[in-house]
């Protein structure tokens, strides 16, 4: 299983297999034909809620990774979860995110729940 993880504002490259967007929202300033994305399953993605709540500083990351986690287990999610799981099996995959600080945030419970972290 090879899963990583890259900002959306670094080019692709060949060897990134099916890119998949783990951002709810869509990157400022990035041309959607320029990002390359192969699957943007917005359902994988924290909820707005939680997102405000951990982003205004509310909360642990400990805290806000249990909160995800069970927002994972709903059903779309945890279908989605599975459906990236297989992109992993049958080749490369990398998880395309905005974020500045992927290993602090929802990105970090994905690979971990994806059997990559």
Known sequence: MSVRV???????????GVR???DR???RGVAKDAAHVDEWPKGLTPSAELRRWYHAGEGSYEEFAERYE????APEA????DHVRK????GDVTLVTASRSPDKGHVSVLLRLL???
């Not at 890259?6 to 990134?16: A, L, N, T, V």
């Not at 992109?87 to 049958?90: D, P």
């Open 115 to 117: 059997g990559t972290a």
């Open 87 to 90: 992109l992993a099996r049958e």
């Open 20 to 22: 998949v967007l783990v």
């Open 70 to 73: 069970a927002e994972l287990a």
């Open 6 to 16: 890259r900002r959306i504002y670094d080019p692709p490259e060949p060897d990134d």
């Open 25 to 27: 929202l869509w990157p």
């Open 78 to 81: 945890a279908e989605l979860l």
